[in-house]
């Protein structure tokens, strides 16, 4: 094989440190980027806040014009100007109009937990701290236990079988395994069975319970005596409870010897009751979001601004600053230099973001106002690439701005991606988002007769008449989605 030495010329993308932090502070939600910007005010010395009486400045709100980032850019101040200069030979990449003082107003400050009540190290209780906290079931059982007037003995029984009830309330071990657990020779079969009747005398009603049937019964004799079908109610889940899933009725009424009309009304006082007790306590930690964007209705127009507080005010620090000199080779003044063309790209890249958040939730309200003026009903059909094209953005880059981006609105806060949606095609040849369908079913269900529930062919027939044409398969799917049970199941439950 013949070897040579060849020339070609080519083109290839280069991903640059300062584009490959732009793309990753436009993905950032509110909270991930609040914690980016501490930590490169950590980091990095020549970044500050900004000072203490701008931090509550106006909102920055999409108005025409020139965007955000290029006014910005004109109004940099003139100590980063001249510093500028100064170093721009050695920076051949910076531009030349980089700001040094954004206007953004500042964050939050980040949230401490507290100390526990009654911690001896001379902080503050926050009453607020232990309010927020998940309350457990085991905590909600644990609180009645203490009020209860029981002996030492019967408390620590108690005490083990409530550590033994899982999530849903059920007590998932049997006697043998509690007194493994309490490991007390003097303690009897008996004295565990007492205790785990009255721990299912404690709040929510069927707690405790071994079995879904034990839970139902319990929950059932629990209610007043005088409770209209009360006993019927017990009899089903006593003795026909093989029965009670399929809702068999004629079974029911041949066992009991109950009328129709006793049988199906019982049956609905039993599912009135709830086969998971625990989940009534059980809760799940909030949480939070911060929205990106604020809108709302001013002199019938639509107003769309950032959200001043969810960045910070960043800026050079000019005393820094001052420090760095071209002629200076020293590794002291190559570190400063450093960390300043990191500062003002931080703070360029920090204002291209807010700018472009700003561009595509504008443009969204104003693609979507139907939505804020009439709800889901309203909602049109919408894709990245309809964003993108009229903003001339890469569909990438909407797909970043509207993934963990908020807007605080008057009808509730949503994500941007709430907003695109899939469409089916109308009889008039339009089209119509399927958010809109969802409202429409959902519409059509909440009106029909309790009695004669539509089936999906019906509701099907009714989007038709409206000039939608949806499939009864789509019907069900989406349906199914709003987790809206079928027709049949809907008639049991009226």
Known sequence: MKQSIQLRLSQHLTMTPQLQQAIKLLQLSSLDLQKEIQEALDTNLMLEEGDDADRHSEPIAQESGPSRAEQQEATAGEQDLKVDREIRAESSEMPEDLPVDTQWADVYDSYLPTTPHGADDGSEFDPLAHRSRPQTLQDHLAWQLNLSRLSDRDFMICQAIIDAIDAAGYLRSDVDDLMATIDNDSISPEEIEAQIHHVQ????????????????????????????????????????????????????????KLSEEEVVDALGLIRSLHPKPGSLIETAPSEYVVPDIFVRKK?????????????????????????????????????????????????KSLASRNDTVLRVGSKIVEMQQDFFEH???????????????????????????????????????????????????????????STAIRALIRKLISGEPPKKPLSDSKIAQELGNQGINVARRTVAKYREAMGIPPSNERKRLA
């Open 299 to 347: 002199e019938g127009r639509w107003l769309v601004e950032l959200n001043a507080e969810s960045t910070p005010k960043l800026r050079v620090n000019a005393d820094y600053a001052s420090l760095v000199r071209r002629a200076d080779q020293s590794a002291d003044s190559t570190t400063l230099k450093s960390h300043l063309q990191e500062a003002r790209w931080f703070i």
């Open 375 to 433: 709800g889901d009903e309203g909602m049109r059909p919408m894709v990245l690439r309809d964003i993108a094209e009229v903003l001339e953005l890469h569909e990438s880059t909407v797909s970043r701005v509207t993934t963990q981006k908020y807007m605080h609105t008057p009808r509730g806060t949503f994500e941007f991606k709430y907003f695109f949606s899939s469409h089916v095609n109308t009889a008039s040849g339009g089209e119509c988002s």
């Open 201 to 256: 005398s404690l709040d929510p009603a069927g707690i405790g319970a071994r079995s879904v049937q034990e839970c139902l019964l319990i929950q059932l004799r629990q209610l007043p005596a005088d409770t209209e079908l009360r006993s019927q109610a017990i009899a089903i889940c006593d003795k026909g409870f093989d029965h009670l899933p399929r809702s068999d009725v004629n079974a029911l009424m041949k066992l009991l």
